[in-house]
Nanobody
Framework: QVQLVESGGGLVQAGGSLRLSCVAS????????MGWYREAPGKQRELVAA????????????MYADSVKGRFTISRDDNKKTVYLQMNSLKPEDTAAYYC??????????????WGQGTQVTVSS
């Protein structure tokens, strides 16, 4: 079994910052993609940012939703099996439950995907 544990959410004023962390544990051979999604009340879950392992030569590749470009930064530490989301210049419209997703290779050589339980981010105006 693989588990993801998220932390770092909370209540912050507009313009403030938060840093989310997501730690993976369990039967993981290697991690491929790591991403953060968010789901606001009454809205569909959307991709916020993702980072793909490019290996030692190519380096990691990142992508961001247009709404967070220039404000959020995603990074990963494979030694710690952790993905981070640094969120700066937060806006009330960033208020949502944030979920971590990880695609990984398991010990049966299958590509699997799993979700964290979510962490709430609330930005007050």
């Amino acid at each position: 079994q693989v588990q993801l544990v998220e932390s770092g959410g909370g209540l912050v004023q507009a313009g403030g910052s938060l840093r989310l962390s997501c730690v993976a544990s369990g039967s993981i051979v290697s991690i491929n993609d790591m991403g953060w999604y968010r789901e606001a009340p009454g809205k569909q879950r959307e991709l916020v940012a993702a980072v793909t392992s490019g290996g030692s030569f190519s380096g990691d590749s990142t992508m961001y939703a247009d709404s967070v470009k220039g404000r959020f930064t995603i990074s990963r530490d494979d030694n710690k099996k952790t993905v981070y989301l640094q969120m700066n210049s937060l806006k009330p419209e960033d208020t949502a439950a944030y979920y971590c997703n990880v695609r990984y290779l398991d010990f049966r050589t299958r590509i699997q995907s799993t979700w964290g339980q979510g962490t709430q981010v609330t930005v007050s105006s």
